[in-house]
C-alpha cells in the first residue's frame, strides 16, 4: 500500500513515522519543500540565536521513509502532481501543509523558516538604541517581543496587538503584560494599518517610528487545499468528516492546521493527536475495521517570556480558559515540555 505525507511540520513527521509503526507493509513518501523538520515553536528563539529551530528530516523520520524534496501543486484521486511535473501514486495520502502567514507590506514574518532567518540578519545588524515592533498580541508575538527584549536589551521594543495577550484572561493575562513590562517592552492596544517609510500607522491615526517591524500573526492556510479541488471551508481548510477524512475524498486525511476541525485552534498540540488519531483510522481500515471520530481535547496555553520566565493558563477540554494560571517554574516547564513534546511525537509517532 502506497501512501503519501504531504508536509514534514509536526503532523506530518508524525503522520509518516506512525503510519510505519501502524500499518504493516505501507510504503510511505514525504513530500516536502526543504530538507528539515522545523519547530515553528521556536522560531523566536531562531531569530536571536538561542535556538537553532531546524533538525534534518534524515534524523526524523524512520528508516524505509522515502522523502521528495518539492512543492505539491495537487493532491485527490490517487495521485500527488509535484510542481516539476512529476506524479505520485497513493491509496491514501496525510495532508498536513500546516499554516501559512500572510505579513503586512514592510513587516518581516517570523512565523516561517525564511522570516525567522531574515528576522535574524535584520537584528543582529541593529546598532543600538534602534527600535524594534512586533505586530500580534497574540502567542507569537509576545514571545518575539519578550525574547528580542530579553536578548538585545540595547534596543527599544513595543508590541502591538488588540489588546496585547487577549487569548489569556484573568491573573495569566495580567502575569503576561507585566512579564513584557519587566522586560521593557512597551505595550500598545491597538492595531495597525500600514508599515511604510520606516514608520507603523495605527488606527488611531498616530504612527510610530521602527527600525524593525516584525510581523507575530499566524493566520491562513496555504490554497492546496481549495486548489485541488477538495472541499474548504470560508478560510481555505479542508472540510473533513470526524475520522478526518476529506469529505471529497476519503482516501485523504487532512490533520493539523491546515483541516477544518471544529474548535480547533493552530497549535503543534491540535497537530499532533489529530495526526495520530488519523493514522490510526487508517489502521483501522486496512484491517477492515470502522474508523473513529477524533475528539479535540486541551489541557492548556502557555507561553515564554524570554528564557527564564513563562506563564501558563489551564483550559477546560474545548479550549475555553479556566481561571487557574501559573507562572515562575512551574510555567517555563510546562511550555518546555510541551515544545519538546511535539518535537519527540513528530520524530517516534507516539501522539494523542
Not at 516561517?112 to 546598532?127: I, K, M, S, V, Y
Not at 521594543?157 to 522586560?183: K, M, Q, T, W, Y
Request: a positive charge; one cysteine or more; hydrophobic letters at 45%.
Amino acid at each position: 500500500m502506497k501512501v503519501v505525507v504531504i508536509g514534514a511540520g509536526y503532523a506530518g513527521s508524525l503522520a509518516a513515522n506512525r503510519t510505519v509503526r501502524k500499518v504493516r507493509g505501507a510504503e510511505v513518501t514525504v513530500v516536502n519543500p526543504r530538507p528539515d523538520f522545523v519547530e515553528r515553536v521556536r522560531l523566536h528563539q531562531r531569530i536571536v540565536g538561542t535556538a537553532r529551530a531546524a533538525t534534518p528530516l534524515e534524523s526524523m523520520l524512520k528508516a524505509g521513509i522515502e522523502v521528495r524534496l518539492g512543492s505539491v501543486e495537487k493532491v485527490g484521486n490517487g495521485a500527488v502532481v509535484l510542481d516539476d511535473g512529476s506524479v505520485l501514486l497513493f491509496d491514501y495520502a496525510f495532508l498536513a501543509v500546516g499554516s501559512t502567514v500572510r505579513p503586512m507590506p514592510g513587516t518581516v514574518p517570523v512565523g516561517t523558516w525564511e522570516g525567522a532567518e531574515q528576522a535574524r540578519a535584520a537584528l543582529a545588524a541593529l546598532p543600538a538604541g534602534s527600535a524594534v515592533t512586533v505586530i500580534g498580541g497574540g502567542a507569537t508575538g509576545v514571545e518575539t517581543a519578550a525574547e528580542v527584549a530579553e536578548a538585545r536589551p540595547d534596543l527599544r521594543v513595543r508590541i502591538i496587538g488588540s489588546p496585547v495577550a487577549d487569548g489569556f484572561s484573568h491573573r495569566a493575562f495580567d502575569r503576561i503584560r507585566r512579564g513584557l513590562e519587566r522586560l521593557g517592552v512597551a505595550i500598545v492596544d491597538e492595531g495597525a494599518t500600514a508599515v511604510t517609510g520606516g514608520r507603523v500607522h495605527l488606527r488611531s491615526g498616530a504612527s510610530l517610528a521602527s527600525d524593525l517591524t516584525l510581523w507575530g500573526i499566524v493566520s491562513g492556510v496555504p490554497d492546496l487545499a481549495a486548489r485541488s479541488g477538495l472541499d474548504v471551508d470560508a478560510d481555505g481548510r479542508a472540510l473533513v468528516d470526524p475520522a478526518l477524512r476529506s469529505v471529497a475524498d476519503p482516501r485523504v486525511f487532512a490533520v493539523g492546521d491546515c483541516a477544518a476541525v471544529p474548535g480547533a485552534r493552530f497549535a503543534c498540540a491540535t497537530a499532533t493527536p489529530q495526526a495520530a488519531a488519523a493514522v490510526d483510522n487508517l489502521a483501522r481500515l486496512v484491517a477492515g475495521r470502522p474508523p473513529e471520530p477524533f475528539a479535540v481535547r486541551y489541557l492548556a496555553r502557555a507561553v515564554t517570556l524570554g528564557r527564564r520566565a513563562a506563564v501558563g493558563q489551564l483550559t477546560h477540554r474545548d479550549d475555553s480558559l479556566r481561571r487557574a494560571s501559573m507562572s515562575g517554574r512551574p510555567a517555563v516547564a510546562l511550555k518546555e515540555l510541551a515544545s519538546r513534546g511535539g518535537k519527540f511525537g513528530a520524530r517516534t509517532g507516539i501522539g494523542g
